[in-house]
């Protein structure tokens, strides 16, 4: 048996019992590499009905930086009994266990090709401290400890990091760094060491911040100037909800007054949450709610009402593993139909794909904008992978100069001054027409607002011409809609290539990834990051500018490609799915596999209509 | 159902309110209800509460569900803003509203349809909330607009016009606003505007969530012998547990009323509501035996109206959640954006 041997690029992974305290320590050990200027992705991993509530936590720590997950584990810290087996099994040839030594194990326990490195962390613990609950959490600190000699992982980052944690609290302090020594001693006691995975300090990281997407999304909202918020509790959607409560009770109270500007309610269900997010912004408010799938599914009559009455509505949807409970605590990219075509009746929506925790912020914010100036629901499609796990992304970023575009909206003096007000008239040219808030003048622009079918004025009317009219208005703005929303974002290949591939949201890290594979290996592809719905005419411009395009995606049907043929009218056996939906984000290895066996299918025979697909 | 238009609601007068509004600007588009249908009723003491409180028409947002109740927004004060929802969700559409601007007055406009059977879960939790509206449920018993089914109020045992016989419990509005929580809980009379004009008045000048069930009877499709919710049946068994005269603020409090037990509410705003108490055993102040007295009489087989209960310092969500004053729509990037300067602090720690 050879251990494996690699320097800044391996995959730990920590095998945990829900709510033991792991989650902090490993996010320790994270940050740590992170502070040492080597990039990492890590990622939870928490299946929502298995007895005992076991939780992974899985970390990619690469130099090259690569954030997408890789695939395979070199080391397991085994730190939970009931899924010993599978995890035991998981590990490489040649990889690293790290255990509780504290009770013996029967060698049929363990596996001879792997090295088994055990600490007997509950006997030390047990030795050291009286209180149960200090046990369990320093056993944690204690891991990081000696995985911090066994790594090469500089400890004076540790202690770095537990200073700015438990500032003005010495004795929590104190009591960590005891634990994180003591983990240390032992390890350098009793543990052959250095192992042969090592970290080794490098300058990769820069300015790139670490956090999750439904923290930067939240914060999006914030920023983005969302004031009304109401939400009903379901994975992965719930932490924005909560981190947008949170970041409000800093950053959004009055100083002078203690009084809130913002208004939070989780509500009954999904249906009342769309509901007041409808009613907050038909009241000039700018208000959304936050959801997954099923969620969608609830919304989809007040989606149709926004759209057709012309509401400004921004819904962000996490989306996870349908169709109904699907696999709720996995990551997909499945609601992307459900969500263009939201409602009964002819309907069309605005979708943004945020790639990372950075777009997730600057589509959130973006997304306030297109909901006034579009008048119409607005959906930032974001899932579990970029959601709940924090990732390496670029700083957010604010100007101070930035004023709330609140669209069109008639004011008291406009109507005063005489200018013509018809709620429903395309009056400048872009389908888009002028609203007035309720209450805002005595005696003009009031006007009542239907789901039903009405003349431009506002009337009620079941005349066929008023009804096409509007409909054709819609489609019209629709158009605004394409020059309003994120450009995607073309990256040509190292060659002139026949080949291409269409991408969006978090399938971007190993998207990249797997494109510097293919072209290490020879295989030139360009690509086109889709960030938004719907497409700019440069989608169709790239798709006619290939032979084949690949569709990258992360749900079975092909969501984007369906889209993409529905949209442009495009021959469907021109886009090849390549899909990917076990409920696993998305892997380089998978892509590059995938898309490599088609590639090289076509060295030998040139990709023609009937061979491809 | 009748689409021919109607000549517009009749007033026998054209005087001036204080703000110098005659009843008129208080109207809406044409009704196209069925002619004697109770909706149009209450939308004329809509109007006239409206006139008699001297609102600024624009200062009213008014909302709905879906059914012929739920069209009638549209029927009066043109000058408000008007959103006719989707069927059963007007409470959540108007809790969001509310959030938006608390400076208007939320008008709820729904039918038993709407709020009893697919809207009951909306209903129960606007009122649980505490959300600052009237909430005026148009009871006939029956699905109007879709010619007749049941509502989750009709009668035990009655027989709709296509002969089937309702064997579900009706669910009792009033019963149920009360146990919620509501701190204004009324029933009224389409037939009776009377009694309903100063209900609805008591009813905006309350805060907090007001609810009022007006009896509404469908001349269509529930206006039988039998049905409770006839104009017959109402007007032989409604059981008045009181007079209400409605006071403003700015009234001189005068008392023109026949001697009987007399009890001043004043309200948060200082506005005084004068009851004249007809049943003795009768106190608005005490929820738990105004639910009792409803469950009594009704077990009689009579129709209380008049006001149930009044908390007339009772909060709303706004006190609850704790928001500025200011409407939403007022504040901009320099009230709500926390800045750059901040956002660099935020980056920093998430490094
Ligand atoms: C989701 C949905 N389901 C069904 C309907 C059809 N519908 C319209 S009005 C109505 C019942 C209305 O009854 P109610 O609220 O009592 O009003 P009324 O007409 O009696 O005043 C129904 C079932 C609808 N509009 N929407
Ligand atoms: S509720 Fe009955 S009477 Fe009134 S308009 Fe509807 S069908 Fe006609
Ligand atoms: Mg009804």
Redo the contacts with the bound molecule.
């Keep these: 048996m050879k251990p494996i041997t690699a320097t800044n690029d391996f995959v730990i992974k920590f095998a945990n019992v829900n709510g033991s305290g792991s989650a902090s320590a490993n996010e320790l050990f994270a940050k740590a590499i992170l502070r040492m200027g080597v990039p990492v992705s890590p990622r939870n991993i928490f299946p929502s009905n298995i007895q005992g509530l076991p939780t992974w936590y899985e970390v990619r720590v690469n130099e090259r930086g690569w954030l997408g997950r890789r695939g395979g584990v070199d080391m397991m810290v085994a730190m939970n009994p009931q899924t010993w087996d599978a995890d035991v099994k998981e590990l490489a040839p040649g990889g690293y266990l790290f255990y509780d030594s504290t009770k013996p194990l029967p060698p049929s326990k363990f596996r001879d090709d792997i090295v088994v490195i055990g600490m007997p962390l509950t006997a030390i613990c047990n030795r050291t401290y009286a209180d149960a609950r200090q046990r369990q959490l320093f056993k944690n600190i204690m891991y990081v400890g000696a995985l911090s000699v066994l790594l090469g992982i500089d400890d004076a980052e540790i202690r770095k990091l537990f200073g700015e944690q438990y500032k003005g609290k010495e004795k929590l302090l104190d009591s960590n760094v005891k634990a994180l020594e003591l983990g240390r001693d032992y390890a350098r006691e009793h543990l052959a060491h250095p192992i042969g995975l090592q970290v080794r300090r490098a300058d990769a990281v820069g300015e790139r911040i670490f956090v999750d997407g439904n923290s930067a999304a939240a914060l999006g909202c914030v920023y983005g100037g969302a004031t009304v918020c109401a939400w009903y509790p379901i994975t992965p959607s719930s932490s924005l909800a909560e981190a947008f409560q949170k970041y409000c009770m800093k950053y959004r109270v009055d100083a002078e007054t203690g009084a809130n500007k913002f208004a939070i309610v989780q509500a009954e269900d999904e249906i009342a949450s769309i509901g007041i997010v409808v009613g907050a912004g038909w009241n000039g408010a700018r208000a959304f709610t936050t959801t997954s799938g099923p969620g969608i599914s609830l919304m989809n009559?007040f989606i149709g009402l926004a759209y057709f009455a012309e509401i400004p509505v921004t819904i962000i949807d996490v989306q996870r593993g349908g169709p109904s409970t699907g696999m709720p605590t996995r990551t997909q990219q499945s609601d992307v139909l459900a969500c263009a075509y939201a409602s009964h009746g002819d309907t069309k929506h605005v979708l943004l794909f945020p790639e990372d925790p950075h777009e997730c912020f600057e589509f959130s914010a973006l997304a306030l904008d297109l909901a006034d100036r579009l008048q119409t629901p607005i959906f930032v499609l974001s899932d579990l992978d970029i959601g709940m796990n924090q990732r390496l992304t670029a700083p957010f970023v604010w100007d101070d100069a930035r004023e709330y575009d609140r669209g069109k909206v008639m004011t008291a003096a406009e109507l005063e001054a005489g200018k013509e007000f018809a709620r429903y008239k395309d009056v400048d040219g872009d389908g888009i027409p002028y609203r007035t808030y309720p209450g805002t003048h005595p005696s003009k622009g009031a006007y009542f607002t239907r789901g039903t079918s009405r003349d431009p004025y506002a009337r009620y009317s079941e005349r066929g011409p008023d009804y096409v009219y509007n409909m054709q208005r819609l489609l019209k703005k629709f158009a605004t809609a394409r020059t309003l929303v994120p450009a995607p974002v073309p990256r040509a290949a190292r060659q002139k290539t026949r080949h291409g591939a269409i991408y969006y949201g978090s399938t971007s890290p190993a998207m990249d990834e797997a494109i510097a594979a293919l072209e290490d290996d020879g295989l030139n592809l360009d690509t086109l990051r889709v960030r938004a719905f719907p497409f700019a005419d440069s989608v169709a411009e790239f798709i006619a500018a290939h032979e084949a395009v690949f569709v990258v995606e992360q749900n079975r049907d092909g969501q984007l490609r369906t889209l993409l043929v529905n949209e442009f009218g495009i021959d469907p056996a021109k886009l090849v799915p390549i899909l990917h939906y076990d409920g696993t984000p998305i892997t380089a290895r998978f892509i590059a596999e995938a898309i490599g066996a088609h590639l090289r299918a076509a060295r030998v025979a040139p990709i023609g209509k009937d061979k491809v697909a | 159902m009748t689409y021919i238009a109607k000549p517009k609601l009749h007033h026998p007068t054209l005087a001036c309110n204080a703000i110098g509004f005659t009843r008129r600007d208080y109207e809406g588009k044409i009704s196209t209800l069925c002619a004697g249908?109770g909706?149009d009723s209450i939308s004329a003491a809509i109007i006239q509460a409206c006139w008699e409180l001297d609102i600024e028409p624009h200062r009213v947002a008014k909302l709905s569900?879906?059914?012929?109740?739920?069209?009638t927004p549209d029927y009066f004060l043109g000058q408000s803003h008007g959103f006719n929802t989707?069927?059963?969700r007007m409470p959540s559409v108007l809790t969001g509203a509310n959030l938006a601007n608390r400076e208007l007055i939320y008008l709820g406009v729904?039918?038993?349809?709407?709020?009893?059977?697919?809207?009951i879960g909306q209903f129960v939790h606007a009122i649980r909330r505490g959300v600052n509206m009237v909430y005026i449920v148009?009871?006939?018993?029956?699905?109007?607009?879709?010619k007749g089914?049941f509502?989750a109020?009709a009668d035990l045992g009655s027989k709709s016009k296509k002969g089937v016989v309702n064997t579900d419990s009706p669910l009792d509005l009033v019963g149920l606003a009360l146990q919620l929580g509501a701190s204004f809980v009324a029933r009224g009379f389409s037939g009776d505007k009377k009694q309903l004009v100063p209900l609805i008045k008591a009813a905006i000048k309350h805060r907090g969530p007001a609810v009022l069930d007006v009896i509404?009877p469908?001349v269509a499709?529930n206006n039988h012998p039998g049905s409770t919710k006839s104009y017959d049946y109402v007007r032989e068994h409604n059981e008045a547990a009181n007079r209400l005269d409605f006071i403003d603020v700015r009234d001189e409090i005068v008392v023109d009323y026949a001697a009987g037990e007399l009890i001043d509410i004043t309200q948060h705003d200082g506005s005084v509501l004068r009851l004249r108490k007809l049943h003795a055993n009768h106190d608005p102040h005490d929820r738990v035996a105004a639910l009792a007295y409803v469950h009594e009489r009704q077990a009689k087989g009579e129709v209380v109206t008049g006001l149930l209960y009044v908390d007339a310092e009772a909060e709303d969500l706004h006190r609850h959640l704790n928001t500025v004053p200011t409407p939403f729509h007022r504040l901009g990037a320099k009230e709500l954006s926390p800045g750059a300067a901040t956002l660099a602090k935020i980056n920093a720690a998430l490094r």
Excluded: M, P, R
């Design positions: 009559e | 249908c909706h569900g879906i059914g012929c109740s739920s069209k989707v069927h059963g729904s039918g038993d349809g709407d709020s009893a059977s697919i809207g148009e009871n006939n018993g029956v699905y109007g607009l879709t089914q509502s109020t509404s469908c499709f």
